[in-house]
């Protein structure tokens, strides 16, 4: 960036020379003093000045923007890196809309005025300087009144910047916003189509594009009036120093040469300026996106160690554990402890904090009070790499990349095999479902892997978790929203990936968990009662009743089929 702004300024530099070469050249005209080999002497010098300037100008410009896009990628990668470390809840709480348009498009605000603002800005404001500094020692009353358009265009231009950065703000707050309602709206396109809404009927989605067009029609209102005045103003030196000039001349107090040479001056002082003055808005919109980006960097991650630990064995256990998100307590001093190499179950009403247990085992988020052990280790005391390598998390809504059925089952394992992958496939029920795709593991899933359906998409993440062989499998809800064919299917799946593992399984249907070593009832964020399904039917009357809902409701669709 240093040598880019260094080549800028030659560039600028060597672009006053044509200016001074057609001085010199109007002088000897004038004077009667040239002859051919002098015109094209002075001719060359004016042509090497404009092949300097685009010479040292493109050079400049190619390491700015070669310097711009390692910046822009290194911003993006620490944002990415950052998110890797900060608490899941930060993530669910922020619409995926908004961390796209910060990595992607507010980073990319930042390339213009890496790129050109630097370097042109250093340049066209030190090239001015230095002739200024010419311009007075040649004659101070010219350059006086050649100046005078200066401070009138900069008034102009204060006005313009009367609530400039309130307006501006509004500006870019509309815009982020716009962008994160579009992938919104694109997101749940299905649903709004499903119930036959138009675009204009999803009243966030044309509130937002409405107010980005507002937004910009009242900036420009306030600002271009004052920006075209400042502008047609600055440019008009030669009003001052043609008369002024001429009337010093026809009194013999300067010569020809140094009127010319202040018109010439005068013609080339102000347009550096004015580009200079155009980089306003990105002065602006660098000061907003940096603090945009440094809202995420800030964030507080999850403090972890760098080393491993030796945990003894694979047992979770909760002691006294309270977790509150947003100041709503989900989970109030709870304490159990899972089955080794066996099936702990959690059960419990919509909003009895079941899913937050097994984040928290997942270390999504940080427990707020108490502690959760691996082993006989606080999970504080471990690396997130070992928590991640030692469980596998399957949930109801598995994300599938946009690659082949082989490379999102080898998410689970980097290194397995073709042969690895298939057998994973085999294990989780669906190598039968792959072969019957036309490409068969290479078929593409799709965006989110929507060319598959529920229960595919939720056999190829059981795969995942299988190739990945962790000692601590959780299951969120699994089975929740598949039909009883897939069911079957996918708790056999279930059944292939928990041979020898310590299983904690939150349960939706009751009947799925009824041989479960351990039943953990969990009621408004606290433990209602834990046993195995036989002893709970006696002692937990929430256990008894949910039973007896999920028997009724299991009998009424039979008798409905």
Known sequence: MIASVLLAIAGVGFGIIPYLAVSKLIT??????????????????????????????????????????IILKSIRQEITEKLSKVPMGYIEDTSSGKFKTVI??????????????????TSNLLIPICLTIYFFM?????????????????????????????RYGRVLKAGKNMDATIVEYINGIEVIKMFNQSARSYKKYIDSVEENSKSKIEWFKKTNGFYIIAISIMPTSLVGVLPLGTYLYMNGSISIPVLITCIILSMSLIKPLIQALEYTDSLA??????????????????????????TKNNTITFDNVSFAYDEVQVLKNISFSTIPS??????????????TIAKLIASFWEANQGSIKLGDVDVKELPLAQIMDTTSYVSQD???????????????????????????AKKASAHEFIMTLPKGYDTNVGDAGGKLSGGERQRIAIARAILKDAPIVLLDEATAFTDPENENRIQNSINQLIKDKTLIVIAHRLSTIINADQIIVMNNGQVEGIGDHISLLKSCKLYKDLWEAHISYKDSIEEAS
């Not at 994300?399 to 998410?411: A, G, W, Y």
Request: charged letters at 20%; aromatic letters at 8%.
């Open 28 to 69: 000897r005209i004038f004077e009667k003093n040239y002859t051919w080999s002098n015109i094209l002497y002075i001719a060359l010098i004016a042509l090497i000045g404009y092949f300097g300037k685009v010479v040292f100008s493109t050079l400049s410009t190619i390491l700015s923007h070669r310097s711009a896009f």
């Open 342 to 355: 066996g099936i702990t179950a959690i059960v419990g009403p919509s909003g009895s904090g079941k899913s």
């Open 138 to 166: 040649l004659d101070w009353r010219l350059a006086l009144i050649a100046l005078a358009t200066i401070p009138i265009g900069l008034i102009c231009y204060m006005g313009m910047m009367i609530d400039y950065e309130t």
């Open 398 to 424: 598995n994300f599938l990349f946009n690659l082949s059925i082989r490379e999102n089952i080898r998410l689970g394992n980097k290194k397995a095999t073709d042969k690895e992958v298939e057998i994973a």
């Open 285 to 310: 919109m660098v000061d907003s996106t940096v603090k945009e980006i440094a809202d995420i960097l800030q964030v507080e991650e999850m403090k972890r160690p760098q080393y491993r630990k030796d």
């Open 104 to 121: 992607v498009d507010t980073v990319e605000k930042i390339e213009l005025p890496l790129a050109h603002m630097i370097p042109e800005l």
